[in-house]
């Protein structure tokens, strides 16, 4: 029932992807929700930590793009220093605004992933454009009023994408006990037990 919302992927946070892995597979372009995903719904600029990566991943030959359901007063408050392809009202999941980042910087689906922390918005945005997806756990509780009831539901999507992500890993029915969720990202760039 919830597989079609099922991300590629599950990290901690952003500085736990294997971005090197991710070159490998042909991955051009990195596609970053904002809020949650790379800083707390309250904060409105970047932290020093969390621009670095973002011009790390531009060093290493990736196109870095934001894409927000927010609005403009946020994303251009957010962007005023990374100067990132960046659109606000993304509409996610509707698929439109994700498809105009994609034709500007030209860059085909295949080629290009979604990164977010929300499983109905990031994760079936990415679905419909057959995107790489990469679900992040939420950085932070408080969230748009909006987004909180969707975290409700969000859950079970997310309590059936382990069962069958450890069942698959350990060879045993979807229906199998499940123990934990998955293990983070290794810092040296290897994926830990438990990440696909």
């Not at 999507?157 to 199998?176: I, N, T």
Request: hydrophobic share 40%; aromatic share 10%.
């Amino acid at each position: 029932m919830w597989q079609k919302f099922f991300p590629d992927y599950y990290y901690e946070s952003v500085f736990e992807i294997p971005y090197k892995e991710l070159k490998q597979k042909d991955i051009k372009a990195l596609i970053f929700d904002i809020d949650n995903t790379l800083v707390p719904y309250h904060v409105r600029r970047p932290p020093t930590k969390t621009a670095t990566l973002l011009a790390r991943l531009q060093k290493m030959g990736f196109k870095v793009c934001l894409l927000s359901n927010n609005g403009r007063n946020r994303m251009e408050t957010f962007n005023e220093h990374l100067k990132l392809p960046a659109f606000h009202f993304g509409l996610k999941p509707l698929p439109g605004k994700a498809k105009q980042i994609l034709k500007q910087i030209n860059v085909e689906p295949q080629h290009a992933a979604i990164i977010g922390d929300q499983v109905f918005a990031d994760v079936w945005c990415g679905k419909r454009l057959k995107l790489t997806t990469i679900l992040i756990k939420p950085i932070d509780k408080k969230d748009a009023v909006t987004v909180r009831v969707k975290r409700v539901f969000e859950k079970f999507v997310f309590k059936s994408y382990l069962k069958k992500k450890m069942a698959d890993e350990a060879g045993v029915p979807a229906s199998g006990k499940i123990n934990s969720g998955p293990e983070s990202q290794n810092t040296d760039g290897t994926i830990a037990p438990g990440n696909a």
